[in-house]
């Protein structure tokens, strides 16, 4: 068969396929396109051993690879001659027939180029396209390239064309084959260049990879393909960018965070060398360049297969380091990432608690709340995921100081409680791990915050109890939730539902107001309400003008009132409510205004007051479930509480709802089950029931009269023999729900006033109390009989004696003791003391003088340090009972104006000196006391005074519980006087400021003030004046730091107006005055201002001024004047012993370093820890801790001294007397130990004395008393006539109460220096531990009512009494029968 034939350019023969003829350029499209399909077809065919083939067609080969070929504008041209010229490669392989290196390059590139005509699948072309790629591909022609110089341009050009056609409409084969084509030629090659590598690279980056996401994955499986291969090309140049910082070598530089990521997930062997680098970036000095590596290795780390933290150790500790960083973004994203990190790898969360525990404390409040976003993301996802400490993390957080902080955590607490134990979505034991949330929760309730108070309300509406549930299942988990919380979040929650109905109450009245007619009062009395409305919403300033606005609206709308009435009446349900807030919501709502502020604040207030959760159907459901409970149906055991608690709690629950939603109460059907559990053995849960009679059973009389015929008879049994809050609530109940009370309560009291009996003190508490509180409620009816009661028996027969002698010498060396231990004696005693208070309080006047003599017997029952008869038959726990009963008694005299007026300035300290008694639970519940009826602005203005003593406390906790109590009564009482424009008026009253004169007059009668120079006690006064002055001063509102200093230097114009005619007195009061000037010169910047005011001094404390005169003279030394000013460092502290004479009425001395500073004392059944070892040894703290208990007779502590020049000689008889006091101290009562302990009492009396000085509290006053005083009885009483008698010599068991016989020149010596405070006990006998007289009260039984005086026996009576000689300097005298002669063993 004859092949046509033609000659080439350059002469050569070219052949062509059978039934082609000759291609020329002379020849159209069509014919050339037709004519190069048969030869495609006809290379198609051959392979590569048809040698004579080859050979025949070579020329034609060469042919087609010429200029006309690879330039031809059309397409279709193009692509048959790239198809020929892959098969011509296939066939010639592995040698081309070109050997020219320029013709290669161009053949490759044309045919590159027409690989593009691959992106359109639908092309009626694409077939040949893809056998054009596929012929490639399969015979690796590219590889030819290797031997071009310019090779990597065709590479790059061919991997450019590969990623840009690639699309989704391509199948697997064409990926495959650009795969292989594209492997090839980096498997085979000597190396990726940078251009090649960036042209894979490329498809990675973010804008590229959305872009085409075809080619990204296309670059992602080549890259794994050839990982090995190409993984020294990616180190190399991350190397360049990272390390040397070459930015110019890749255009793809500043992505390169963004590659390595990429690389990462692709595969982490590519990136095996990069690491390293990543670790060196971390520490670079460019915040942003770490800011960028963090977040790229958050990625790293957090992503969900990630195993870099446990294959890379170095760089995971080093990124973690990074929660450290100095950059605040940097931390940020380090916080960001560990919500990732917890939820995709838990096991690397012991790793991040201790970094997210110090960002939880981070300065940066985004960072602090990013912290708790992170957590709480994760144990939202899974509890698991959070252990108990990064839970604590965010419990730390709920009182971070900034609110976005608090209420994200608040919020992320309340949603994880939700989840997991209201809804258990996953089982108990993740309910048990977060059940502590709900406490936690209302604990915040106490804080100041109104914020945090409305956020609390709002949790417990919405997470801990949701409104929305039907009201069963409502009432069921505010039951059991109730049963389980701690007291303090059930007062927290009490005191919720508390604050909502005084807020109902306000609105309630501003509706009252709205009906009345306008006029001056009636606006008055409508802005104060506003603003007391205002006080309870969110930013009381915006509030203010928000609840204005609010009340015009109310003024305007009549529908808007209706609405708000019905919302606040004690009928409206639960789903009443929510009808009434969305009317009024509704009607406030402006469609104009998407962001309302002023409907958000009103929406606040009703959210407040609106009664979501209760109301009768509520109520009845509650009484069901307690029912269950009490008959063993209910599921107590399976939520977590037993029936008894769920019982108590229950009857707790409905108790608190009865105050606050009493008409909701009103059934026959809840009433029987009250009744049910008033005959129940758990007392609690018999008084909870009687107080929610007491509450809501107004309308039982008329309503209900099956009710009240089972009633009364069981409130009368209650009376008489129920507990003693019980008989207190059932003479309550009676009092308030009963017409004819008089009856009912006459029916209580003659026979309980008839059947008292001291000899029984176990069955007289109970008619006490039912006694006490007939005659407070009913005086005009028992205030009569009620004397004869007192007289004959609460004072003749129960006070003033002692039957029972429990201990022995009155030794037992506890100060306090559980309720249970006390003795009935004593219980009858205190509820003996509270009966006279009530007798008092009801008849509120003093016509009889009963509260004169009174306070004269509570006054010397603190003399007597609670011990009476003086007979020590009674021990120390129970003589601190009677010394804080007999304190609160005159605390609670004090609030009726009536009886204030007659209190004494002598039984006013003597009140004060309480808060500094031995005992450190005394000191606490009389300071709970005095703070609370301070704040309800019932105690007159001078008893805030007495928390100045606290200074002296030993006790750290007990001073800043004191500081906060001030700071709080402070607050309370500016803004009374804000509120309030009447208070104006009553300034002297109610102004803080005006405590001052008060605080200087208590300090200058304190009994430690014996010695007017002593710069001890000087400092001692500072610190007590600087207690007060400290909170008094935090602001200088209307200039008041001049106004103290006036009112200070106004004083010292003045005398003591409780002993005028005293020179020393009154120097002491002056002295305190320059101290105090001292105090405040130092500490404020604008003293010397001119004061507002003149102030007005209490003339009870002072005398008028003299107009004559000034007293302009500094009564300080210039040393004292200068030690104050400079404040000196306080001497080191050495052992000693507190067991010395007392130095006031109502307390022992007392150090600082007495007991542990967070209280260690409380607990008074501890024992005596032993004695320090090295007495001499110095302390560098301010205030030592020891191990001795506060509440022990005779511990050894550290006090602090005054160092004194001596010999070195007497140093070892100083420590060897420390030794063995501690010694006898702890030695056993025993007769082996008689001799010693004498020997070590001989050794204490001839010891040099050391002379003590707390750094807080009562020190011993004999230590500042003169050397005659050394051998005096160390239990001898020393100040306010307050007595330690001491035992007989024949005990050998107490060797330390050894009697000492004094020398009448010592027992002149000892009356002058004491400062004694005594009470005129006048005709009542006190005599000592020998028995030779006794504790006597002369009065008359036969006496009527009405003629009889209670205190008879206490009238002043000159017969048969010599007169001590004491200093009439303002102390109370004391007039004591002679003892018999040679009687006389102590003072």
Same mark, same amino acid.
């Given at each position: 068969?004859?092949?046509?034939?033609?000659?080439?350019?350059?002469?050569?023969?070219?052949?062509?396929?059978?039934?082609?003829?000759?291609?020329?350029?002379?020849?159209?499209?069509?014919?050339?396109?037709?004519?190069?399909?048969?030869?495609?077809?006809?290379?198609?065919?051959?392979?590569?051993?048809?040698?004579?083939?080859?050979?025949?067609?070579?020329?034609?080969?060469?042919?087609?690879?010429?200029?006309?070929?690879?330039?031809?504008?059309?397409?279709?041209?193009?692509?048959?001659?790239?198809?020929?010229?892959?098969?011509?490669?296939?066939?010639?392989?592995?040698?081309?027939?070109?050997?020219?290196?320029?013709?290669?390059?161009?053949?490759?590139?044309?045919?590159?180029?027409?690989?593009?005509?691959?992106?359109?699948?639908?092309?009626?072309?694409?077939?040949?396209?893809?056998?054009?790629?596929?012929?490639?591909?399969?015979?690796?022609?590219?590889?030819?390239?290797?031997?071009?110089?310019?090779?990597?341009?065709?590479?790059?050009?061919?991997?450019?064309?590969?990623?840009?056609?690639?699309?989704?409409?391509?199948?697997?084969?064409?990926?495959?084959? +650009?795969?292989?084509?594209?492997?090839?030629?980096?498997?085979?090659?000597?190396?990726?260049?940078?251009?090649?590598?960036?042209?894979?690279?490329?498809?990675?980056?973010?804008?590229?990879?959305?872009?085409?996401?075809?080619?990204?994955?296309?670059?992602?499986?080549?890259?794994?393909?050839?990982?090995?291969?190409?993984?020294?090309?990616?180190?190399?140049?991350?190397?360049?960018?990272?390390?040397?910082?070459?930015?110019?070598?890749?255009?793809?530089?500043?992505?390169?965070?963004?590659?390595?990521?990429?690389?990462?997930?692709?595969?982490?062997?590519?990136?095996?060398?990069?690491?390293?680098?990543?670790?060196?970036?971390?520490?670079?000095?460019?915040?942003?360049?770490?800011?960028?590596?963090?977040?790229?290795?958050?990625?790293?780390?957090?992503?969900?297969?990630?195993?870099?933290?446990?294959?890379?150790?170095?760089?995971?500790?080093?990124?973690?380091?990074?929660?450290?960083?100095?950059?605040?973004?940097?931390?940020?994203?380090?916080?960001?990432?560990?919500?990732?990190?917890?939820?995709?790898?838990?096991?690397?969360?012991?790793?991040?608690?201790?970094?997210?525990? #110090?960002?939880?404390?981070?300065?940066?409040?985004?960072?602090?709340?990013?912290?708790?976003?992170?957590?709480?993301?994760?144990?939202?996802?899974?509890?698991?995921?959070?252990?108990?400490?990064?839970?604590?993390?965010?419990?730390?957080?709920?009182?971070?100081?900034?609110?976005?902080?608090?209420?994200?955590? +608040?919020?992320?607490?309340?949603?994880?409680?939700?989840?997991?134990?209201?809804?258990?979505?996953?089982?108990?034991?993740?309910?048990?791990?977060?059940?502590?949330?709900?406490?936690?929760?209302?604990?915040?309730?106490?804080?100041?915050?109104?914020?945090?108070?409305?956020?609390?309300?709002?949790?417990?509406?919405?997470?801990?109890?949701?409104?929305?549930?039907?009201?069963?299942?409502?009432?069921?988990?505010?039951?059991?939730?109730?049963?389980?919380?701690?007291?303090?979040?059930?007062?927290?929650?009490?005191?919720?539902?508390?604050?909502?109905?005084?807020?109902?109450?306000?609105?309630?009245?501003?509706?009252?107001?709205?009906?009345?007619?306008?006029?001056?009062?009636?606006?008055?009395?409508?802005?104060?309400?506003?603003?007391?409305?205002?006080?309870?919403?969110?930013?009381?300033?915006?509030?203010?003008?928000?609840?204005?606005?609010?009340?015009?609206?109310?003024?305007?709308?009549?529908?808007?009132?209706?609405?708000?009435?019905?919302?606040?009446?004690?009928?409206?349900?639960?789903?009443?409510?929510? #009808?009434?807030?969305?009317?009024?919501?509704?009607?406030?709502?402006?469609?104009?205004?998407?962001?309302?502020?002023?409907?958000?604040?009103?929406?606040?207030?009703?959210?407040?007051?609106?009664?979501?959760?209760?109301?009768?159907?509520?109520?009845?459901?509650?009484?069901?479930?307690?029912?269950?409970?009490?008959?063993?149906?209910?599921?107590?055991?399976?939520?977590?509480?037993?029936?008894?608690?769920?019982?108590?709690?229950?009857?707790?629950?409905?108790?608190?709802?009865?105050?606050?939603?009493?008409?909701?109460?009103?059934?026959?059907?809840?009433?029987?089950?009250?009744?049910?559990?008033?005959?129940?053995?758990?007392?609690?849960?018999?008084?909870?029931?009687?107080?929610?009679?007491?509450?809501?059973?107004?309308?039982?009389?008329?309503?209900?009269?099956?009710?009240?015929?089972?009633?009364?008879?069981?409130?009368?049994?209650?009376?008489?023999?129920?507990?003693?809050?019980?008989?207190?609530?059932?003479?309550?109940?009676?009092?308030?729900?009963?017409?004819?009370?008089?009856?009912?309560?006459?029916?209580?009291?003659?026979?309980?006033?008839?059947?008292?009996?001291?000899?029984?003190?176990?069955?007289?508490?109970?008619?006490?109390?039912?006694?006490?509180?007939?005659?407070?409620?009913?005086?005009?009816?028992?205030?009569?009989?009620?004397?004869?009661?007192?007289?004959?028996?609460?004072?003749?027969?129960?006070?003033?004696?002692?039957?029972?002698?429990?201990?022995?010498?009155?030794?037992?060396?506890?100060?306090?003791?559980?309720?249970?231990?006390?003795?009935?004696?004593?219980?009858?005693?205190?509820?003996?003391?509270?009966?006279?208070?009530?007798?008092?309080?009801?008849?509120?006047?003093?016509?009889?003088?009963?509260?004169?003599?009174?306070?004269?017997?509570?006054?010397?029952?603190?003399?007597?340090?609670?011990?009476?008869?003086?007979?020590?038959?009674?021990?120390?726990?129970?003589?601190?009972?009677?010394?804080?009963?007999?304190?609160?008694?005159?605390?609670?005299?004090?609030?009726?104006?009536?009886?204030?007026?007659?209190?004494?300035?002598?039984?006013?300290?003597?009140?004060?000196?309480?808060?500094?008694?031995?005992?450190?639970?005394?000191?606490?519940?009389?300071?709970?006391?005095?703070?609370?009826?301070?704040?309800?602005?019932?105690?007159?203005?001078?008893?805030?005074?007495?928390?100045?003593?606290?200074?002296?406390?030993?006790?750290?906790?007990?001073?800043?519980?004191?500081?906060?109590?001030?700071?709080?009564?402070?607050?309370?009482?500016?803004?009374?006087?804000?509120?309030?424009?009447?208070?104006?008026?009553?300034?002297?009253?109610?102004?803080?400021?005006?405590? #001052?004169?008060?605080?200087?007059?208590?300090?200058?009668?304190?009994?430690?003030?014996?010695?007017?120079?002593?710069?001890?006690?000087?400092?001692?006064?500072?610190?007590?004046?600087?207690?007060?002055?400290?909170?008094?001063?935090?602001?200088?509102?209307?200039?008041?730091?001049?106004?103290?200093?006036?009112?200070?230097?106004?004083?010292?114009?003045?005398?003591?107006?409780?002993?005028?005619?005293?020179?020393?007195?009154?120097?002491?009061?002056?002295?305190?005055?320059?101290?105090?000037?001292?105090?405040?010169?130092?500490?404020?910047?604008?003293?010397?201002?001119?004061?507002?005011?003149?102030?007005?001094?209490?003339?009870?404390?002072?005398?008028?001024?003299?107009?004559?005169?000034?007293?302009?003279?500094?009564?300080?030394?210039?040393?004292?004047?200068?030690?104050?000013?400079?404040?000196?460092?306080?001497?080191?502290?050495?052992?000693?012993?507190?067991?010395?004479?007392?130095?006031?009425?109502?307390?022992?001395?007392?150090?600082?370093?007495?007991?542990?500073?967070?209280?260690?004392?409380?607990?008074?059944?501890?024992?005596?820890?032993?004695?320090?070892?090295?007495?001499?040894?110095?302390?560098?703290?301010?205030?030592?801790?020891?191990?001795?208990?506060?509440?022990?007779?005779?511990?050894?502590?550290?006090?602090?001294?005054?160092?004194?020049?001596?010999?070195?000689?007497?140093?070892?008889?100083?420590?060897?007397?420390?030794?063995?006091?501690?010694?006898?101290?702890?030695?056993?009562?025993?007769?082996?130990?008689?001799?010693?302990?004498?020997?070590?009492?001989?050794?204490?009396?001839?010891?040099?004395?050391?002379?003590?000085?707390?750094?807080?509290?009562?020190?011993?006053?004999?230590?500042?008393?003169?050397?005659?005083?050394?051998?005096?009885?160390?239990?001898?009483?020393?100040?306010?006539?307050?007595?330690?008698?001491?035992?007989?010599?024949?005990?050998?068991?107490?060797?330390?109460?050894?009697?000492?016989?004094?020398?009448?020149?010592?027992?002149?010596?000892?009356?002058?220096?004491?400062?004694?405070?005594?009470?005129?006990?006048?005709?009542?006998?006190?005599?000592?531990?020998?028995?030779?007289?006794?504790?006597?009260?002369?009065?008359?039984?036969?006496?009527?009512?009405?003629?009889?005086?209670?205190?008879?026996?206490?009238?002043?009576?000159?017969?048969?009494?010599?007169?001590?000689?004491?200093?009439?300097?303002?102390?109370?005298?004391?007039?004591?029968?002679? +003892?018999?002669?040679?009687?006389?063993?102590?003072?």
């Amino acid at each position: 068969m004859a092949f046509p034939q033609s000659k080439s350019a350059d002469g050569k023969i070219i052949i062509y396929p059978p039934g082609v003829k000759e291609i020329t350029d002379k020849i159209s499209n069509d014919e050339l396109v037709k004519r190069l399909k048969m030869v495609v077809k006809t290379f198609m065919d051959m392979d590569q051993d048809s040698e004579d083939e080859k050979q025949q067609y070579l020329p034609l080969a060469l042919h087609l690879a010429s200029e006309f070929f690879l330039r031809n504008p059309n397409k279709d041209v193009r692509l048959l001659v790239a198809c020929c010229l892959a098969d011509i490669f296939r066939i010639y392989a592995p040698e081309a027939p070109y050997t020219s290196h320029d013709k290669l390059k161009d053949i490759f590139m044309f045919i590159t180029r027409q690989l593009k005509g691959l992106e359109d699948t639908k092309s009626p072309q694409f077939n040949r396209y893809f056998y054009l790629l596929e012929n490639l591909a399969w015979v690796k022609s590219y590889n030819i390239c290797f031997e071009l110089e310019d090779c990597n341009e065709i590479f790059i050009q061919l991997f450019r064309t590969l990623f840009s056609v690639i699309n989704n409409s391509h199948n697997q084969k064409v990926q495959m084959h +650009m795969l292989d084509l594209m492997s090839s030629i980096i498997m085979e090659g000597d190396g990726v260049t940078q251009d090649l590598l960036d042209s894979i690279l490329i498809n990675l980056i973010p804008a590229h990879k959305n872009m085409n996401k075809q080619a990204y994955d296309l670059a992602k499986v080549l890259l794994k393909r050839t990982a090995q291969t190409i993984e020294p090309c990616i180190a190399s140049f991350f190397n360049q960018v990272l390390v040397l910082g070459k930015s110019s070598v890749s255009d793809l530089s500043e992505h390169v965070f963004d590659l390595i990521m990429e690389l990462f997930a692709i595969d982490p062997h590519l990136l095996l060398s990069v690491m390293p680098q990543l670790e060196f970036k971390l520490k670079s000095n460019d915040g942003e360049e770490r800011l960028a590596v963090v977040r790229l290795l958050a990625k790293l780390f957090g992503a969900k297969d990630s195993e870099l933290a446990t294959q890379n150790r170095p760089l995971w500790q080093c990124f973690l380091g990074r929660f450290n960083d100095i950059h605040v973004p940097v931390r940020l994203e380090c916080v960001k990432f560990a919500s990732h990190c917890l939820m995709n790898h838990p096991d690397l969360a012991k790793d991040l608690t201790e970094y997210l525990k #110090v960002r939880s404390h981070d300065p940066e409040e985004a960072i602090r709340h990013d912290v708790i976003v992170t957590i709480i993301t994760a144990g939202k996802k899974d509890l698991s995921l959070v252990n108990d400490q990064l839970l604590g993390f965010v419990r730390e957080r709920t009182l971070d100081k900034r609110w976005r902080v608090r209420k994200e955590a +608040m919020m992320g607490l309340a949603q994880l409680y939700k989840k997991y134990c209201l809804h258990a979505e996953a089982g108990k034991e993740a309910a048990q791990k977060v059940n502590w949330i709900k406490d936690k929760l209302l604990h915040i309730y106490y804080q100041n915050s109104i914020d945090d108070k409305l956020l609390v309300e709002k949790i417990f509406a919405q997470y801990l109890v949701p409104h929305n549930l039907e009201t069963e299942e409502r009432m069921k988990c505010l039951y059991y939730l109730y049963a389980s919380l701690d007291p303090n979040a059930v007062k927290a929650l009490n005191e919720m539902w508390k604050c909502q109905n005084m807020l109902r109450s306000h609105v309630r009245e501003l509706l009252d107001l709205h009906k009345q007619p306008a006029s001056e009062a009636n606006n008055t009395a409508m802005f104060a309400k506003l603003m007391a409305i205002a006080k309870n919403l969110p930013d009381p300033g915006k509030a203010q003008d928000f609840m204005k606005k609010f009340n015009q609206v109310l003024g305007d709308d009549e529908r808007l009132r209706v609405q708000l009435e019905l919302l606040i009446s004690p009928a409206c349900s639960c789903k009443q409510a929510e #009808v009434c807030v969305r009317e009024i919501t509704r009607k406030l709502a402006n469609p104009k205004q998407p962001t309302n502020p002023f409907l958000e604040m009103v929406k606040f207030l009703l959210e407040r007051i609106a009664p979501v959760h209760i109301d009768s159907e509520a109520i009845s459901s509650l009484v069901k479930l307690m029912n269950k409970s009490i008959e063993g149906t209910a599921d107590d055991e399976e939520e977590g509480v037993t029936p008894d608690s769920a019982i108590r709690a229950g009857l707790e629950l409905l108790k608190v709802l009865s105050f606050t939603h009493p008409t909701s109460f009103h059934s026959s059907e809840t009433y029987e089950s009250l009744l049910q559990c008033l005959k129940m053995e758990d007392d609690k849960v018999a008084e909870a029931a009687i107080q929610i009679f007491r509450n809501t059973g107004h309308k039982i009389e008329t309503d209900l009269l099956q009710i009240r015929s089972t009633l009364i008879p069981i409130l009368h049994q209650k009376a008489k023999r129920g507990t003693p809050r019980q008989a207190k609530q059932a003479v309550h109940c009676i009092h308030a729900i009963f017409t004819n009370k008089e009856v009912q309560l006459a029916q209580i009291f003659e026979p309980l006033s008839k059947s008292l009996n001291a000899d029984t003190p176990e069955q007289l508490i109970t008619p006490l109390v039912s006694l006490g509180h007939i005659a407070m409620l009913a005086p005009d009816q028992f205030a009569s009989p009620m004397k004869s009661v007192v007289a004959n028996f609460i004072v003749k027969d129960l006070l003033m004696n002692d039957r029972v002698c429990q201990f022995p010498g009155g030794k037992n060396g506890k100060l306090w003791t559980p309720n249970e231990e006390v003795s009935p004696e004593v219980l009858a005693k205190v509820q003996a003391i509270k009966l006279l208070v009530r007798w008092l309080l009801g008849m509120k006047n003093n016509q009889s003088k009963s509260a004169n003599s009174t306070l004269r017997l509570l006054s010397a029952m603190l003399v007597s340090e609670g011990d009476l008869t003086e007979q020590k038959k009674i021990s120390k726990s129970d003589m601190s009972r009677l010394r804080l009963a007999a304190g609160c008694a005159i605390l609670k005299l004090a609030q009726e104006p009536c009886y204030h007026e007659i209190i004494t300035p002598e039984q006013f300290q003597l009140c004060a000196l309480v808060i500094n008694d031995e005992c450190y639970q005394v000191r606490q519940i009389f300071a709970l006391k005095l703070h609370k009826a301070l704040g309800k602005l019932l105690l007159p203005l001078e008893y805030m005074a007495v928390f100045a003593l606290c200074a002296k406390d030993p006790v750290k906790e007990r001073r800043a519980h004191a500081r906060q109590c001030l700071l709080k009564n402070i607050s309370i009482r500016r803004e009374y006087i804000k509120q309030n424009p009447m208070a104006h008026e009553k300034l002297l009253s109610l102004l803080p400021e005006y405590v #001052v004169p008060y605080t200087v007059h208590l300090l200058a009668h304190d009994p430690d003030f014996t010695k007017i120079q002593d710069i001890e006690q000087l400092r001692d006064i500072k610190e007590c004046l600087w207690f007060m002055l400290e909170v008094l001063m935090t602001k200088n509102e209307n200039n008041s730091h001049a106004f103290i200093r006036k009112m200070v230097e106004n004083i010292k114009q003045t005398k003591d107006a409780q002993a005028p005619d005293d020179g020393k007195m009154n120097e002491k009061l002056y002295i305190v005055c320059d101290v105090a000037l001292i105090v405040i010169t130092t500490k404020s910047t604008t003293y010397n201002l001119d004061s507002p005011k003149d102030p007005v001094l209490p003339t009870k404390f002072f005398t008028p001024p003299d107009k004559d005169s000034s007293n302009n003279k500094c009564y300080l030394s210039d040393e004292a004047k200068t030690l104050l000013l400079t404040g000196k460092p306080k001497p080191a502290t050495v052992l000693g012993t507190v067991n010395k004479p007392l130095s006031a009425a109502g307390r022992r001395p007392q150090d600082r370093a007495a007991g542990l500073e967070m209280g260690s004392n409380i607990s008074g059944n501890s024992e005596p820890s032993s004695p320090a070892p090295n007495r001499g040894r110095e302390q560098n703290s301010e205030v030592p801790e020891t191990e001795v208990s506060e509440n022990e007779e005779n511990p050894v502590i550290l006090l602090t001294v005054v160092p004194a020049k001596t010999e070195k000689k007497d140093e070892p008889v100083r420590n060897k007397t420390s030794t063995e006091r501690g010694k006898k101290r702890t030695a056993p009562a025993g007769s082996e130990n008689i001799q010693q302990i004498t020997e070590e009492r001989k050794s204490e009396e001839s010891a040099a004395p050391v002379p003590p000085k707390a750094r807080r509290g009562r020190p011993p006053k004999a230590v500042s008393e003169s050397n005659t005083a050394k051998n005096s009885d160390p239990n001898k009483a020393a100040g306010r006539g307050r007595k330690r008698v001491a035992a007989s010599q024949e005990s050998p068991a107490e060797p330390e109460t050894t009697n000492v016989k004094v020398p009448k020149q010592q027992e002149t010596n000892v009356k002058r220096a004491s400062a004694q405070r005594q009470m005129d006990l006048q005709r009542i006998q006190v005599l000592d531990s020998d028995g030779y007289s006794v504790m006597d009260l002369e009065s008359t039984p036969e006496s009527s009512a009405e003629e009889l005086d209670l205190f008879k026996s206490c009238e002043s009576s000159q017969n048969e009494v010599d007169n001590t000689k004491l200093a009439e300097r303002g102390f109370l005298k004391v007039r004591r029968k002679s +003892m018999p002669k040679g009687r006389r063993q102590r003072l």
